[in-house]
């Protein structure tokens, strides 16, 4: 019912910031909470940040106060505002409803690298 399309990664400097901007396509977009999800090399996947359908936002304690969560339900975009980057954040970047449903995109990379 939906599919999502992640871009906007690439490799940045500890500190420096990235946009990660995801399309969705299907039906029914602005009814669904969005969450944008990580996963490291060796670690399992986690959560970073989820917006509601009213733009309500929640986020994981390490990156408080330097990620920022958005959507805009007229354009099926959800966004992922990434400040203070820090070589811990390297990952691939997925957004998905939250809770998930069964269609993943292929991702976006985030390098942090000196």
């Known amino acids: 019912q939906v599919q999502f399309v992640e871009s906007g990664g690439g490799l940045v400097q500890p500190g420096g910031s990235l946009r990660l901007s995801c399309a969705a396509s299907g039906s029914s977009f602005s009814i669904y909470a969005m969450a944008w999800y990580r996963q490291a090399p060796g670690k399992q996947r986690e959560l970073v940040a989820t917006?509601?359908?009213?733009?309500?936002?929640r986020y994981a304690d390490s990156v408080k106060g330097r990620f920022t969560i958005s959507r805009d339900n007229a354009k099926n975009m959800v966004y992922l505002q990434m400040n203070s980057l820090k070589p811990e954040d390297t990952a691939v970047y997925y957004c998905?409803?939250?809770?998930?449903?069964?269609?993943w995109g292929q991702g976006t990379q985030v390098t942090v690298s000196s």
């Open positions: 917006v509601t359908r009213g733009g309500s936002t």
């Open positions: 998905n409803t939250s809770p998930t449903g069964p269609w």
